[in-house]
């Protein structure tokens, strides 16, 4: 079964801060099947390349659903409590994070 409207769809998948809305059953299990190696994979490229270790995984979960979902886009905010039905008005705030190790111990500063 394929549901064009997404704001009618069943097929649901919560990862992290956002809630994807998919179109058909066979959409939603190719991305729950692949996200986690989509994400491993773009971050350990991000690795070579600048030899950070750069956490991105929500940016990576989202470019995984714009492959995989090609009729429509429909993503729920969780900390913003807002849907997202155009992807063109996703902003990208990248928060600094430095970890500190301090007896053995890693500690967000």
């Given at each position: 079964m394929v549901i064009l409207d997404l704001r009618k769809s069943k097929f649901i998948y919560e990862y992290s801060n956002f809630i994807y809305y998919f179109?058909?059953?066979f959409n939603l299990q190719r991305f729950h099947k692949g996200l986690n190696d989509y994400i491993d994979y773009r971050t350990k490229m991000l690795?070579?390349?600048f030899d950070l270790d750069i956490g991105l995984d929500d940016f990576f979960a989202i470019k995984f659903y714009r492959k995989?979902?090609?009729r429509g886009f429909r993503i729920y905010g969780?900390?913003?409590k807002t849907?997202?039905?155009?992807p063109?008005?996703?902003?990208?705030?990248?928060?600094i994070h430095i970890l500190s190790i301090?007896?053995?111990?890693?500690k967000d500063v």
């Open positions: 179109s058909s059953d690795k070579a390349r995989i979902e090609k969780l900390k913003s849907f997202i039905e155009d063109n008005r996703l902003y990208l705030n990248g928060d301090n007896n053995n111990f890693i």
